[in-house]
Structures are given as structure tokens and as C-alpha cells.
């Protein structure tokens, strides 16, 4: 990649930002995201990305990204996954182990029911795009 | 037929104790008794943290926030806003409550937090430096390359107000502008990761989560004050922060946002990383500067201070991770919007790493001024099982406690240090009733011991000293007078130490003791830990009139030092005892006691 002059330092991010704009709103594919700070990989995240991509196999789900973020800040629930799936809300799962893992791919993302005693709230508002 | 509303039912202990099941079989019977199958899904949720006000239903997809939600509110949550998308007003959290001193118009209505130093952890890919571009990233470095100038920067970071984020609290526009000021040619600005506090990871995780925004914030530091090269100081134990800043600072090169003639506007800027050994003097400024130039991490008097002698002997401008952290926001939005986060005197946010006896440990960030209570009990969820909150503990090894009749004090740099603590890097530290303060104190002291360079007498001997005499005291070997000798060896330390480490280091004791001196003369007069820490001080003895010899405390003593046959009152064999307490947490006739 070439060095960036200032126009296309604005390009890039116009091409890009629209990703985190639709977030909320409607993805057209399956978005998991796994906190991978330290604290989420001490807690097992590294070993979740092995069960989600099998899983996800496993139930024939296409069009899907598994993403790696940093620390969400709910460090007394690690392992947390937040999923976006077409015509779903954008939502959090705390302490997800391999079991509930499983459960997100096949309830929430396959028959679109969100998995029971996950769920936490997102602690902040985004002040970038809100 | 598709879900088209999901309403979530806060499953959390605190809610659970609020009636929470109740109200969560008495939604899945309204939604079938009015027809709702299949439209809408009852979930049950993790702790929601806003547990005062339990139990918390929240509606997706609208963000609908209820509170204090009762069985018999079912039947109009289903009726009135899934059914006819009319929300019930009642139960919604009322907007209207003071906020002047938060003076925050853009807080969501119900959350604490406020994310800018962690607005992009947890939401990009801290390895792509696409996704920081997406979200803003080096347009604050492009501003301040096209259209800024040195002195328009420095205005800026004045009326924001930014004080340091390492702990002190010095306005960080002074800093950059002494820098700017000092002659010479060749300048440096330098990042302070070298975070050691005992229970802090505030910087661990904004580098790990976002490590261009230091990139980008260092680069306008250097820009600002005319230096062309800066250096990142971090300790090797974080490996993951470390990875993350290298993989940053390629792409970064690659990109051309750093290097020569950045963004084409001539500038030229370089990072580069040096590792600490992770000795926890190398976080006082000078100590560290000693260190990245290859000589034994030991403080230096100031002044001269690093902004007109520091790395190389040139004027260099030092910064903690959270305080450029901050840098790019305000120059995006101006120096005005961000002083309207906090209190006047504190502008902005403070990211806190809350531990300890906590229900809802986390990496927190908060508008400056706002209560310890919303911090423990709106975002933390209180205390872990039920217990008593006792007091909690900032600024690690250079600060104090803060206790329960302080609970509405603001926090902020002023009233933190009124209370004889500091706000520190941003370890939080709850404490609860099973917490012995005496021994809290021991433990800052012997990490003082440990981690003193040795360079300056207050300190070497003084930590030594203050750690003495707090072990005797826990053995219950303590004397009247001692308190005295604490409070003499701890204000000569105060005032002769060298550096910040010395001087503080007093403070864990001074404190405890200022707020909890009965708790200091119990372990001296009576020989008693009122907590139950204290391992001398503290005998475990089964009352053989309630004992029915069921075992289960024999078969839990890790040291086998409790004897008695099936059936029969047990006894503990005191000589081989190392009070653990296990005995007392097993028995379940209340038979085990401990004095």
C-alpha cells in the first residue's frame, strides 16, 4: 500500500466507515465478534473461535465474518461475543463457554431467538457515530 | 411469522432477589395469553448493573429501558408497547434527576459510562488499521498538520482543561508547552506504559484494544512541541499490548502516517518501543527516562524537569497512555466540548480498573465528579455476596481508602486528595467487611519494600521501617507508641523522599489508620483482627456442645489437624491450625468458630 496523502487518508475512511455506520441497523452478514484483550483469552476466547467456526460449518450458516476486538470492559463475564445478524439487534454475550457458543451459532443465528441468562448491556454509548 | 421484539428480563443475583423470575414467567404468560407467540421472545439476561433499581427490563429492538418492573406490569408491557409500540410510561427511568454536576448532555439516559479514551476498545479490530480510520482516526493528526499550528494545539489542550491521567493531575497543555518552549533542535516525546499499580490495567487494555490512538496522539505531540522522534515505554509482561502497538506501528508506516513527510505535509515522526523489566519506579518519570537510555531505572531530583532536560538530555515531553489517549478527541471536537465532560476543575473522563469484592468487576470509564456510589452500586452491582461495603482503595501504593460515609463525595483529582487518597493511574479496589485495613496496609508496604530503587534514605529505610512495624502489629506484637513512630516515619517520608514513590509510599497506612484507627487498636491492645485476617491474631475452635461430628471439617482441613471420631464433637489440633478457615465455611451447624 502506498503512503497516504490527506484526500485519500478521507477516502479510505468514507469507504470504510460505512461498516461501523450500519452496524445497528441492518448487516447483510453474520457479524461475531470476540473480545480478545488478555483478559477475554485468559478467560478462553481463543478456543471459542474454534468452536464458532465449526459450529457455524456444522449448521451450514454462510455470509459470516468472525471478527477480534479488544477489551469490551465487562471483564467479570469474559468471554464476551457480540453478534449481529440481519433483522437482529446488535447484542452482547457474556461468559460464553463452547456450549453457549454453540447455542449463539444454532438459537440465535440460525432460528433467530436470543440465548437466555448471556445477555449484557453495552456499557456506554458510541460517541463516534452516534 | 419472524420475532419482531425481544424483551430482555435482567437475570442478575440482585434482580433475581427482586422478583425477577416472577416477572419473567409472568411475560411468557402474557405473550401467550395475548396472542404473542412467535412476535416477541422473553430472554433472560446476565446482571445489567443497575441494580438498585431491579428488576430492569430492557426492549430491543427500540433500547427501551424499564425500571423497577413488577409481575403485575406484564400485562402492559405486552399489551400496550409490544402489541401497540406505545412504551409505558410509568416504569421508564425518570430523566429528569440532577446532573448538573456530571454536566454531561450527551450521557445516555440511564448509563454511567462514558467511553472517549476507550471509544474504539471492544468495537474495532485492533490489528486492522483500516477500522481506526473508519472511526476517525488520524483526521485529529490530519487537523493538526493542514490546518493547526504549535500554538493552536497547545490553546486547545488549555481549554479542555486535560490534566495527566498517570496520577498527578498536571494540566497537560502546561507540559507540551514548556516542551515547545525549550530550546534546542532535537526533542522527544515519550508514552508512559510502564502501568504497575497492584490491580490497574487501564493502560494494558486501551493499548491492547486501541493501540493507533497513541500512535496518533504522540504524532501530534510531536508536531506540537518540534520533535520527530517519540518512544513507547511499556513493560515486557504485557505481550498482547506489545504485539498490538508493533503490528500498529507498521501499518501505521506502511500508511505513511508515520515516518517522513507524513500526509505529504512535510512532517516527519517516528515510534519506537522500549521494554521495561516491569520495576515499578520506572514509572516515575525521570526513573523511566533513566531507563530507556540504558542506565539502572533510579529517580533524578527536578528540576530540571523532562520538558526543558529529560531523554538524552533533551527537552521531552511525557505523557501517560490515558492522557493521549484523550488527545485526539479534543482536537476533533474542540477543546470546549470536551471540558463540558466532568467538573470544571476535571474536565473529561477517568477509565478505572474496578476490582475486588465487586459484583461487576470491570474496565470502567466514568465523567469525572461522579460518586463513589454510582460507581460501586449503578455500574459494579455492589458488593459480592451480600457483604458489608467497608472501603475502597485508589491510587494503589501511593494512595488511600475512601470509606462509606464518602460514598456521594465526587470523584475528582481535588476530592480524592481532600480524602487523603489520589486518583492514581485508576486502580479501584473494593473492600469489604472480610478485609482487615492493617493488613490491606501491610501488603502496600511490602510492595513498597520491594519495589523502592533504594537510591534515597526516606524511602529505603522508611518503607522498611513502616513494614516492620505493621508486621508486628498483625503478629499482635504491637505497642501503643507504635502508631506514633508510623505516623513520624511516615511524614518524614512525605516530606524527604525523592520521588513520587518515597513520598506516597506512606500513604496506604497513613490512611487506613486516619479512618480506621480502631481497627489498628485492636490488634495492639486486645490482640484481635476484627476482620479475621490477621493469622495470628485469630484461633479457629468448634463448640463441641453444637458439633454432631458429621466430618465434613475434618474432611476439608487441608493440614489435617482436626481429629475426632463419627458422631462425636471434633476437635482442632491448634498447633498444626494455618488458619485458613476452611473449617468455618464448611461446618453447617454453626459449630466452628473463630476469635
Redesign the interface.
Known amino acids: 500500500?502506498?503512503?497516504?496523502?490527506?484526500e485519500d487518508?478521507?477516502k479510505?475512511?468514507e469507504a470504510?466507515?460505512a461498516?461501523?455506520h450500519v452496524r445497528k441497523a441492518d448487516v447483510l452478514e453474520v457479524q461475531i465478534i470476540v473480545?480478545m484483550?488478555?483478559?477475554g483469552?485468559a478467560a478462553g476466547a481463543i478456543d471459542l473461535l474454534t468452536v464458532f467456526a465449526e459450529e457455524l460449518v456444522k449448521a451450514g450458516v454462510r455470509r459470516v465474518r468472525i471478527?477480534?476486538?479488544?477489551?469490551?470492559?465487562?471483564?467479570?463475564?469474559e468471554p464476551?461475543v457480540?453478534v449481529l445478524a440481519p433483522?437482529?439487534?446488535a447484542?452482547i454475550y457474556?461468559?460464553v463457554d463452547a456450549e453457549t457458543a454453540r447455542k449463539i451459532v444454532n438459537q440465535h443465528i440460525v432460528r433467530?431467538?436470543?440465548?437466555?441468562?448471556?445477555?449484557?448491556?453495552r456499557?456506554?454509548?458510541?460517541?463516534?457515530?452516534? | 411469522m419472524a420475532i419482531k421484539t425481544y424483551i430482555l428480563v435482567c437475570g442478575g443475583t440482585a434482580c433475581v432477589a427482586t422478583h425477577s423470575n416472577e416477572l419473567y414467567e409472568a411475560l411468557v404468560q402474557e405473550v401467550a395469553a395475548q396472542g404473542a407467540q412467535g412476535k416477541v421472545q422473553v430472554v433472560r439476561t446476565g446482571c445489567f448493573g443497575f441494580c438498585a433499581k431491579g428488576p430492569i427490563v430492557k426492549i430491543l429492538p427500540d433500547e427501551t429501558f424499564y425500571v423497577s418492573v413488577q409481575p403485575s406490569d406484564a400485562r402492559e408491557i405486552v399489551a400496550e408497547h409490544v402489541l401497540k409500540g406505545r412504551p409505558v410510561q410509568r416504569l421508564l427511568y425518570e430523566k429528569g434527576r440532577d446532573r448538573s454536576l456530571i454536566r454531561m448532555e450527551e450521557l445516555s439516559f440511564y448509563q454511567k459510562q462514558y467511553r472517549m479514551v476507550l471509544r474504539n476498545c471492544g468495537v474495532i479490530d485492533p490489528e486492522k488499521i483500516d477500522e481506526y480510520i473508519a472511526r476517525m482516526g488520524y483526521e485529529a493528526l490530519a487537523k493538526v498538520l493542514t490546518e493547526m499550528t504549535p500554538d493552536q494545539v497547545v490553546e486547545e489542550l488549555k481549554k479542555s482543561g486535560l490534566r495527566g491521567r498517570g496520577g498527578a493531575g498536571f494540566p497537560t497543555w502546561m507540559k507540551w508547552k514548556f516542551t515547545k518552549d525549550a530550546p534546542g533542535g532535537e526533542k522527544y516525546v515519550v508514552c508512559n506504559a510502564d502501568e504497575g499499580d497492584p490491580g490497574a490495567y487501564m493502560d494494558r487494555s486501551t493499548i491492547e484494544g486501541d493501540p493507533h490512538s497513541i500512535l496518533e496522539a504522540m504524532a501530534i505531540a510531536g508536531r506540537t512541541v518540534g520533535a520527530s522522534r517519540g518512544v513507547i515505554y511499556i513493560r515486557a509482561e504485557y505481550p498482547l499490548a506489545i504485539e498490538h502497538l508493533e503490528t500498529a506501528i507498521a501499518q501505521a508506516r506502511e500508511y505513511g502516517l508515520l515516518g517522513a513527510n507524513i500526509l505529504g505535509s512535510g512532517f516527519d515522526f517516528d515510534v519506537e518501543i522500549r521494554l521495561g523489566a516491569g520495576a515499578f519506579v520506572c514509572g516515575e518519570e525521570t526513573a523511566l527516562l533513566a531507563s530507556i537510555m540504558g542506565k539502572r531505572g533510579m529517580p533524578i531530583p527536578r528540576p530540571p524537569f523532562p520538558a526543558v532536560s529529560g531523554l538524552w538530555q533533551k527537552p521531552t515531553v511525557i505523557n501517560n497512555v490515558e492522557t493521549y489517549a484523550n488527545i485526539p478527541v479534543i482536537l476533533l471536537n474542540g477543546g470546549e466540548a470536551f471540558a463540558k465532560v466532568g467538573t470544571p476543575k476535571s474536565p473529561g473522563t477517568k477509565v478505572f480498573a474496578l476490582t475486588g469484592k465487586i459484583i461487576n468487576s470491570g474496565l470502567i470509564e466514568v465523567p469525572m465528579g461522579i460518586t463513589l456510589r454510582e460507581i460501586i452500586y449503578d455500574i459494579g452491582g455492589g458488593i459480592r455476596g451480600g457483604k458489608a461495603f467497608k472501603a475502597v482503595q485508589t491510587g494503589g501504593p501511593s494512595g488511600g481508602v475512601i470509606t462509606a460515609e464518602y460514598l456521594d463525595t465526587p470523584i475528582d483529582y481535588e476530592h480524592l486528595q481532600e480524602l487523603g487518597s489520589i486518583m492514581g493511574s485508576g486502580g479501584m479496589i473494593v473492600m469489604d467487611e472480610d478485609d482487615c485495613m492493617v493488613d490491606v496496609a501491610r501488603f502496600y508496604q511490602e510492595f513498597c519494600v520491594d519495589e523502592s530503587c533504594g537510591k534515597c534514605a526516606p524511602c529505603r529505610i522508611g518503607t522498611r521501617t513502616l513494614l516492620n512495624l505493621l508486621e508486628k502489629i498483625c503478629a499482635g506484637r504491637g505497642e501503643a507508641e507504635d502508631l506514633d513512630k508510623i505516623r513520624e516515619v511516615g511524614t518524614a517520608m512525605q516530606k524527604a523522599a525523592l520521588c513520587g514513590l518515597g513520598q506516597t509510599a506512606p500513604n496506604p497506612v497513613l490512611s487506613t489508620m486516619h479512618y480506621f484507627e480502631e481497627e489498628y487498636r485492636a490488634h495492639i491492645e486486645d490482640q484481635r483482627c476484627p476482620a479475621g485476617v490477621c493469622k495470628q491474631l485469630v484461633t479457629y475452635e468448634i463448640d463441641p456442645a453444637k458439633c454432631i461430628g458429621c466430618t465434613l471439617c475434618a474432611r476439608k482441613c487441608p493440614v489435617n489437624t482436626i481429629e475426632g471420631e463419627r458422631q462425636k464433637p471434633h476437635r482442632i489440633l491448634q498447633e498444626n491450625c494455618i488458619k485458613c478457615g476452611e473449617c468455618l465455611k464448611a461446618c453447617k451447624f454453626g459449630a466452628v468458630s473463630r476469635r
Open positions: 500500500m502506498a503512503k497516504l496523502a490527506l487518508l478521507r479510505l475512511r470504510r466507515a461498516e461501523f473480545g484483550g488478555t483478559c483469552i471478527r477480534h476486538t479488544g477489551c469490551m470492559g465487562l471483564c467479570h463475564s464476551t457480540e433483522g437482529m439487534p447484542v457474556g461468559n433467530k431467538l436470543l440465548v437466555d441468562d448471556h445477555i449484557f448491556d456499557p456506554a454509548v458510541d460517541i463516534i457515530h452516534k
